[in-house]
């Protein structure tokens, strides 16, 4: 019997720590800000479906009533194609792009851009032997591969400066 008491004091105390890692998970700022996010969004796309559906298509001819009220009826099932709806859906998805796009994606790739530090391009370590074509030390002087003479390798210096007479 104080076996199984001893199992279920293990899962409690298992399942306690379970639920404080979870806890600590719900509490971070990443976790709050993408509900808040989700919610402005969900928000933000009922707005522009209804600029869509309610101003801008009215403003488009097509078939009398606006781009809203478009029905193809198809002939031989006598189903409707609802093409009015569908391109409100396709103006409402290229406006919540073209918002995303440059109110979130072009500000936050240019704060990662500014605070991103910048690596200088590193200066070769190896050159190749022009005998074997093998990669070898920039400063070798023969090559371990083929065991050519090498020339020193060429390293940049500043040229003097000719005077002036």
Known sequence: ???????????????????????????????????????????????????????????????????????????????QLRLGPFINAIITFLILAFVIYFFVVRPVNALTDRFKPHQEPQAPTTRECPFCLSSIPLKATRCPYCTSQLLPAETPTTQPRAQSA
């Open 1 to 79: 019997m104080e076996r199984f008491r001893d199992f279920g004091e293990r899962g409690l105390h298992s399942g306690l720590s379970t639920l404080s890692g979870f806890q600590k998970f719900i509490l971070r700022g990443n976790v709050v800000d993408l509900a808040v996010g989700i919610m402005i969004g969900a928000a933000f796309n009922g707005v522009v479906t209804s600029l869509v559906a309610d101003i801008i298509t009215p403003l488009i001819p097509a078939a009398g009533k606006g781009l809203s009220g478009l029905v193809y009826t198809v002939p031989w099932t006598g189903g």
